[in-house]
């Protein structure tokens, strides 16, 4: 009971407005004050050297300093910019401080520091350079720095494709695209390491437990989901499985979407032509149905107009050569009997 306690009070789940000003309003009001620190700087050292002065130019030196080099750099700090559907997740000496939201510019306590999962945990991608064809030099290296900026924006994940069983034990190769975007940046800056990895695993977990309750492909008079025939309402299950394994995150999956599907390799031949077999058996029956009922027709037609009158015996033979040029794979030749058919 102690620990299930502990674990709550470790999670965040509502995000906290920081107290913040307008930022524009502070940058003039900050500018005006150093400019006249600056002035009041070069005024008190004029001013110390004459004796009937006193010690107003020393106090005058003394506090345009102390404002120059302290109070306008934490002035400074506490601006923030703010671009559209961006977040910035606030600490104060470790603490959750509150979550900054909305376009525009801010000044917020300047002791804060902005805090991003995804920054935090990658480390500065160096990559090595190699000089272009036809130019020379020694290769450069380039470091990429990630933002402290949270994106609100709606994002599209697309993993690599798997090899799953489905239902039947079939390997399949399987990929999904998952539209997604942050909701609470509380959730997704404290309740996991990194928010991205953290839905890129889980979207994997989420889509093996999918694919094992449905095979590759069913018939459809028997009214069988699978994964072929049925994406509506796999793709679906996904985005509800998926959902709640992110919901400690932070994170709103708005589109769960199958963006490919098929066999694997090593069976892929083999399930070709079991596909193929049983598309020819389909259009056989078919084809026997209706010849089947043609026959009945031309039958019930002769003796309906009494236009010739047939044993059974030259009605079976009847019947046996109509269902063989009905159901041949090739044209039948006929030929013509001008004798007398007894």
Not at 5 to 11: D, V
Request: net charge neutral; with cysteine; glycine share 6%.
């Amino acid at each position: 009971m102690t620990n299930s306690i502990t674990e709550e009070k470790q999670l965040h789940f509502e995000e906290i407005a920081p107290k913040s000003v307008s930022g524009m309003a502070v940058l003039i009001i900050n500018i005006i004050l150093s400019l006249a620190a600056v002035a009041t700087f070069f005024i008190g050292l004029m001013g110390m050297g004459y004796y009937y002065a006193g010690n107003l130019p020393m106090v005058m030196v003394v506090c345009a300093l102390l404002y120059l080099v302290i109070c306008m750099p934490l002035l400074f700090a506490g601006l923030k910019i703010l671009k559209p559907n961006e977040a910035m997740v606030l600490t104060l000496f470790g603490k959750y401080h509150g979550t900054l939201k909305g376009e525009g510019f801010f000044y917020v306590n300047p002791f804060t520091v902005a805090f991003n999962p995804t920054a935090a945990s990658a480390k500065s991608a160096i990559t090595l350079e190699q000089p272009t064809a036809g130019k020379t030099g020694n290769p450069s290296i380039s470091i990429k720095k990630e933002s402290k900026i949270i994106s609100l924006k709606t994002m599209t994940l697309n993993n690599d494709k798997q090899k799953i069983n489905d239902e039947l034990g079939n390997p399949i190769i399987i990929g999904i695209v998952v539209i997604w975007r942050v909701v609470n940046t509380a959730k997704a800056a404290f309740n996991v390491d990194n928010y991205t990895e953290f839905l890129s695993i889980q979207c994997d977990s989420a889509l093996r437990n999918i694919v094992r309750l449905y095979p590759y492909d069913a018939p459809s008079e028997n009214g069988e989901k699978s994964l072929r025939g049925s994406s509506q309402e796999v793709a679906g299950k996904l985005k509800e499985e998926i959902q709640s394994r992110v919901e400690i995150a932070g994170l709103e999956i708005i589109e769960a979407r199958i963006t490919h599907l098929a066999y694997a390799p090593e069976i892929a031949a083999a399930m070709l032509q079991r596909q193929q077999a049983s598309a020819i058996i389909a259009a056989r029956q078919m084809i026997v149905e209706g010849a089947v009922g043609m026959v009945e027709m031309a039958l019930d037609k002769l003796n309906e107009r009494d236009i010739v009158h047939l044993d059974e015996e030259r009605k079976a033979a009847m019947v046996s050569n109509l269902l063989v040029v009905l159901c041949g794979d090739k044209s039948a030749q006929p030929i013509v009997n001008s004798g007398s058919i007894y």
